[in-house]
Nanobody
């Protein structure tokens, strides 16, 4: 089994920054990419950013491009999401996702709340 543990959420004011971390443990050898999703109340879960474990293929949603940066630390099997210039519309529960070789859907972390006040 594999576990994903997120940390770093919190309450900040608009314009401030937060960094989310997600550490994978257990059976991590099949991970080919990791990413972050978010889900605001009453909304669908949306993809925010994704990075292949090779680091050569990075995706950002248009809503966060230029403000958020995803990175990974291979040896620690950890992925980070640096969130700058936060806006109230970034308020959501942020979920870490691990994409596994051969799996039809990602594995999910438990989620961490990010709240941005205006």
């Amino acid at each position: 089994q594999m576990q994903l543990v997120e940390s770093g959420g919190g309450l900040v004011q608009a314009g401030e920054s937060l960094r989310l971390s997600c550490a994978a443990s257990g059976r991590t050898e099949r991970i080919i990419a990791m990413g972050w999703f978010r889900q605001a109340p009453g909304s669908d879960r949306e993809s925010v950013a994704r990075i292949r474990w090779s680091g050569h293929d990075i995706y950002y949603s248009d809503s966060v491009k230029g403000r958020f940066t995803i990175s990974r630390e291979n040896t620690a099997k950890t992925v980070y999401l640096q969130m700058n210039s936060l806006k109230p519309e970034d308020t959501a529960v942020y979920y870490c996702a691990a994409y596994l070789l051969g799996a039809s859907s990602p594995r999910w972390g438990q989620g961490t709340q990010v709240t941005v006040s205006s």
